[in-house]
């Protein structure tokens, strides 16, 4: 009876042993929920930073913008120059952004949000179908190119000042206007550049959060685990100890 009841022991010791191994082996075939919730975390926190750009250069534009409509009726040419040359700058920064952000597989691509900004500060420097803004822009040396970046020709801006003073003026204000309302208007838009910043940044604590709680768990898992394997491993010895001694006894009895 004491050789049964040992056995018994031995066995449903070795059943355990087995059922746990095979437990562990099914939950390191299932994926592992820290590395998807990272995987989570930068995609976040990619999209932040290239929306963050997108909203900076659209901010720094509409600065640009609003400084040329500052200039007096004898302006100071080299300041005059530094201006326009820094409102250019600035709109191929946004457009330079957000063409990259937004290409085929890039982390903006299918968002809207960027590509309409874009859109509607270029249609701020020239309104659609509208000669007489082109042709102004034209004669003061600033031009749209081939890719939808604009670039300007000093030579020509200088003669424009020199021979049409007044009318240059007029154009650069009309220009800094449209742009600095379209940028605001981007920036400032329920739906807009400002408020996907705002949304992702949200979004990013919330998952920082989530992954500091899931590190927290997953660690006091590891360390139950650690400490059932202990007590198995010392209920293991044990038992191998006693079905040791109730095999000498069985040979003992045997013998006799």
């Given at each position: 009876?004491?050789?049964?009841?040992?056995?018994?022991?031995v066995?449903?010791?070795?059943s355990?042993?087995?059922?746990?191994?095979?437990q562990?082996?099914?939950?390191?075939q299932?994926?592992?929920?820290?590395?998807?919730l990272?995987?989570?975390?930068?995609?976040?926190?990619?999209?932040?930073?290239?929306?963050?750009?997108?909203?900076?250069?659209?901010a720094?534009l509409?600065?640009?913008?609003?400084?040329?409509?500052?200039?007096?009726?004898?302006?100071?040419?080299?300041?005059?120059k530094?201006?326009?040359?820094?409102?250019?700058?600035?709109?191929?920064t946004?457009?330079?952004v957000?063409v990259?952000?937004?290409?085929?597989?890039?982390?903006?691509?299918?968002?809207?949000?960027?590509?309409?900004?874009?859109?509607?500060?270029?249609?701020?420097?020239?309104?659609?179908?509208?000669?007489p803004?082109r042709?102004a822009?034209?004669k003061?040396?600033?031009t749209?190119?081939?890719?939808?970046?604009?670039?300007?020709?000093?030579?020509?801006?200088e003669?424009?000042?020199?021979?049409?003073?007044?009318?240059?003026?007029?154009?650069?204000?009309?220009l800094?206007?449209?742009?600095?309302?379209?940028?605001g208007?981007?920036?400032s838009?329920?739906?807009?550049?400002?408020?996907?910043v705002?949304?992702?940044?949200?979004?990013a604590?919330?998952?920082?959060?989530?992954?500091?709680?899931?590190?927290?768990?997953?660690?006091?898992q590891?360390n139950?685990?650690q400490l059932?394997?202990?007590?198995?491993?010392?209920?293991?010895?044990?038992?191998?100890?006693?079905s040791?001694?109730?095999?000498?006894?069985?040979?003992?009895?045997?013998?006799?």
């Amino acid at each position: 009876m004491a050789v049964s009841n040992v056995s018994s022991a031995v066995i449903s010791a070795f059943s355990a042993q087995q059922q746990t191994a095979s437990q562990t082996s099914s939950q390191n075939q299932q994926k592992n929920p820290l590395a998807a919730l990272q995987s989570k975390v930068s995609s976040t926190n990619t999209q932040l930073s290239l929306f963050g750009k997108v909203q900076s250069s659209l901010a720094d534009l509409q600065a640009r913008a609003q400084a040329l409509k500052g200039f007096e009726k004898s302006p100071n040419l080299n300041d005059l120059k530094v201006a326009v040359l820094g409102f250019v700058q600035a709109f191929n920064t946004v457009h330079t952004v957000v063409v990259k952000a937004t290409q085929k597989q890039a982390p903006l691509a299918n968002d809207s949000r960027s590509t309409r900004a874009l859109a509607e500060v270029s249609r701020a420097v020239i309104p659609p179908d509208n000669t007489p803004s082109r042709t102004a822009l034209e004669k003061i040396g600033i031009t749209r190119e081939k890719d939808g970046s604009l670039s300007v020709d000093q030579t020509a801006l200088e003669k424009a000042l020199r021979e049409d003073q007044s009318g240059t003026l007029n154009t650069l204000a009309g220009l800094g206007q449209r742009v600095e309302q379209a940028a605001g208007q981007q920036l400032s838009s329920k739906s807009g550049v400002s408020a996907k910043v705002s949304d992702l940044t949200e979004r990013a604590n919330e998952l920082d959060k989530q992954q500091q709680d899931l590190q927290q768990r997953l660690e006091a898992q590891k360390n139950t685990q650690q400490l059932q394997a202990a007590q198995l491993a010392s209920l293991g010895g044990s038992t191998s100890a006693s079905s040791h001694n109730a095999v000498a006894t069985y040979i003992g009895v045997a013998s006799l």
